[in-house]
């Protein structure tokens, strides 16, 4: 079993940028993946990035790349989601979650960490 909790969620204004983090406790296995989703208000849950646990390799929305950048620390099991230049439209609650295989569909989620992105 694992489990995951989000943190570092917060208000920001218009350009600035957040850092969140994902703690995991439990067997994270070498062939898992650690991807970020967000919701927001009224719209379907939608990727944001992912994270090969072994090897490193990333993937990006396109509303996301060049702004943000996944990073994980294996020792400590966590996932950060550093996110700059950001716009209202990141306006979402942020979540976390593992895939135990590339390529398999995310079978742990975190409770998610509220993102508002306002002036």
């Known amino acids: 079993q694992v489990q995951l909790v989000e943190s570092g969620g917060g208000l920001v204004q218009p350009g600035g940028s957040l850092r969140l983090s994902c703690a995991a406790s439990g067997r994270i296995f070498s062939t898992s993946v650690m991807g970020w989703f967000r919701q927001a208000p009224g719209k379907e849950r939608e990727f944001v990035t992912d994270?090969?646990?072994?090897?490193?390799?990333?993937h990006y929305a396109d509303s996301v790349k060049g702004r943000f950048t996944i990073s994980r620390d294996n020792a400590k099991n966590m996932v950060y989601l550093q996110m700059n230049s950001l716009k209202p439209e990141d306006t979402a609650v942020y979540y976390c979650a593992l895939s135990r295989a590339i390529g398999n569909k995310y079978d742990y989620w975190g409770q998610g960490t509220q993102v508002t992105v306002s002036s």
């Open positions: 994270i090969w646990w072994s090897g490193g390799n990333t």
